[in-house]
């Protein structure tokens, strides 16, 4: 159906910068939102930010400022350039769409499957 794959992860101190990104592939015929969710050790999964294909963006109060999320819509791919990272932020950061497949047109949820981002103090 649909896969979607994250890069970026990674180790940094506090106030440095990371990027990921997030290619989703298969058989795709629409894709909306990608996103970008995150969990920490005994925590929830939470939102981070949200980007629809027309350019509509959401994000958690917590990055509002800081990270910034975009999207290459020709290439159903999704990034989040996260600065002035803080030991709060670190989490395991997992790609998110809602995508219909060319096959059935069915609406369903997808997940990557996930990537480290660890800040240190």
């Known amino acids: 159906q649909v896969q979607l794959v994250e890069s970026g992860g990674g180790l940094v101190q506090a106030g440095g910068s990371l990027r990921l990104s997030c290619v989703a592939s298969g058989s795709i015929f629409s894709i909306d939102p990608m996103g970008w969710y995150r969990q920490a050790p005994g925590k929830q999964r939470e939102l981070v930010a949200a980007?629809?294909?027309?350019?509509?963006?959401n994000y958690a109060d917590s990055v509002k400022g800081r990270f910034t999320i975009s999207r290459d819509n020709p290439k159903n791919t999704a990034f989040l350039q996260m600065n002035s990272l803080k030991p709060e932020d670190t989490a395991v950061y997992y790609c998110h769409a809602r995508a219909e497949s060319s096959r059935d047109r069915i609406l369903r949820q997808y997940w990557g499957q996930g990537t480290q981002v660890t800040v240190s103090s």
């Open positions: 980007i629809t294909s027309g350019g509509s963006t």
